[in-house]
């Protein structure tokens, strides 16, 4: 009488259980489909030479960007392996070599008189790029 009266109790329990763990489930699905949804978002990049003129004037360049969609991150902590939403800056300065750093703000100075192209990209983990890029151009008297 009384192992009949709690074994549908203790099925009772073992499926609010389950219906728990259903819930719990169905919720992680929701959280990581959401950051899936939040790391989809393409990538964009803006880049802008900070006060041209005057820095010009000084034979430097100062390029400030702005990146949405994906975190800026070393990607020697990634050891080189992509992942949608994370990447870093490629900063290439005329033929000269590609600089590859997370910081948004470089100044390159000493720079000889003439035209410039001062090319600056979102780069994956991997290194290869992931599409937006900005050339800017400027002369140096
Ligand atoms: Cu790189």
Redesign the pocket.
């Known amino acids: 009488m009384f192992l009949s009266t709690t074994a549908p109790e203790r099925t009772r329990a073992r499926a609010s259980a389950k219906r728990a763990l259903a819930i719990a489930g169905a919720l992680g699905l929701l959280v990581s489909w959401s950051f899936i949804a939040q790391a989809a978002q393409p990538p964009t990049l803006k880049a802008t030479l900070v006060d041209a003129a005057k820095k010009a004037a000084a034979k430097t360049a100062t390029v400030q960007v702005t990146v949405s969609g994906v975190k800026l991150i070393d ?1 020697d902590k990634t050891h080189g392996q992509a992942k949608t939403g994370e ?4 900063y290439q300065l005329d033929n000269g070599p ?1 600089i ?1 750093t997370t910081t948004p703000k470089l100044s390159f100075h000493g720079l000889s008189s003439g035209h410039h192209t001062l090319v600056v990209m979102l ?6 790029a992931l599409g937006p890029k900005e050339a800017l151009t400027f002369d140096i008297p």
Do not use: W
């Not at 780069?123 to 290869?128: C, I, L, P, T």
């Open positions: 990607p990447g870093h800056l490629h590609v590859a780069a994956g983990n991997n290194h290869q």
